[in-house]
């Protein structure tokens, strides 16, 4: 006698992972010229909003009555880029940071380095650089005056300790939360501590670390901005806070309008070669019309 058939008809198998997405259409991605026109109507749209308060001499709880409007900021902006003095603020602005945040970057990532390697440095250097770390570098400005034979020595150092402490803060996070098997790896196959250093530490934490010389470069214009208002003789910072004593309110937001440019231009500048660095990392692309990250695909190669 047979058995008898059952009348249940077996569930197809689930599809292999990706097997529908090799087919499906590849998502939206707003073209360029398209993303940089939406940002130049977004600071367009802000000038334009400004102009109109200033114009209507809006006086609700803003007062806008005694701003000046965009159009005289910008007047300004055209006659100082013709003098030399302008130029020549910029120049001692630029020069500082740049000394600040080039040596806080080195000893940053020494010192954080070693901290998260090491344990005798980590109980020799920790407490004392954990005290300091939560003053603020504006703070400073009275040591610097009684260390630094000069004014130009103590912004700069202003500038290199407000940088410091973001990139050795974040080189250390970076450094112990890399995988040991790594590291055990490199060994297993002869490299000594060196060979450890150059081939695992620092390329594993190298997204962290771009990470604190980001903040630490927006974070080292704050405290030059300051520094420079307080005990400087030129710069950016001291130029604005002349025009303020004078009342010339144009001057000042020229001087508001410079930090900010050149603020986004060396944050740029980081965050691109940051890029460059880890071409190796993979990255995601902004769908079109969700505006959530997907995983960057490659071609599939043609026979």
């Known amino acids: ?19 529908r997405g090799a087919t499906a259409p590849r998502p939206l991605r707003r073209r360029p010229w398209v993303r940089y026109a939406l940002r130049a109507a977004s600071l367009l749209a802000a000038l334009g909003l400004w102009q109109s308060l200033t114009a209507l001499d809006v006086n609700l709880w803003l007062r806008f009555a005694q701003f000046p409007s965009a159009t005289d900021v910008v007047r300004e902006f055209a006659d100082r880029l013709g003098t030399g003095a302008y130029w020549q603020d910029l120049t001692d602005s630029l020069s500082r940071i740049l000394t600040g945040f080039a040596l806080a970057a080195v000893l940053g990532v020494a010192v954080g380095t070693a901290i998260a390697r090491s344990p005798l440095v980590s109980d020799l250097l920790g407490p004392v650089l954990e005290v300091c770390r939560p003053i603020p570098a504006i703070a400073l400005v009275p040591v610097a005056i009684l260390m630094f034979p000069s004014n130009e020595q103590g912004i700069i150092f202003i500038t290199f300790t407000a940088a410091f402490f973001p990139v050795m803060v974040s080189t250390r996070h970076a450094v112990r939360a890399l995988a040991p098997v790594w590291e055990e790896a490199v060994l297993t196959m002869g490299g000594g501590r060196g060979r450890v250093l150059v081939s695992v530490v620092l390329p594993g934490a190298l997204p962290g670390i771009l ?27 001291y130029r604005t806070w002349q025009d303020y004593t004078i009342v010339d309110y144009p001057g000042v937001f020229v001087g508001m309008t410079t930090i900010g440019v050149l603020g986004w231009l060396t944050s740029t500048a980081v965050e691109l070669a940051g890029r460059r660095l880890t071409r190796w990392l993979p990255r995601t692309d902004r769908t079109e019309t969700t505006g959530r990250p997907v995983p960057a695909r490659k071609e599939a190669a043609t026979p």
């Open 211 to 237: 990470g604190g010389l980001s903040v630490g470069i927006g974070v080292s214009w704050i405290c030059v901005i300051s520094a420079e208002m307080i005990s400087g003789a030129y710069g950016v910072g």
């Open 1 to 19: 006698m047979s058995a008898p058939t059952s009348s249940v008809r077996p569930r197809p198998a689930p599809e292999a992972p990706g097997a």
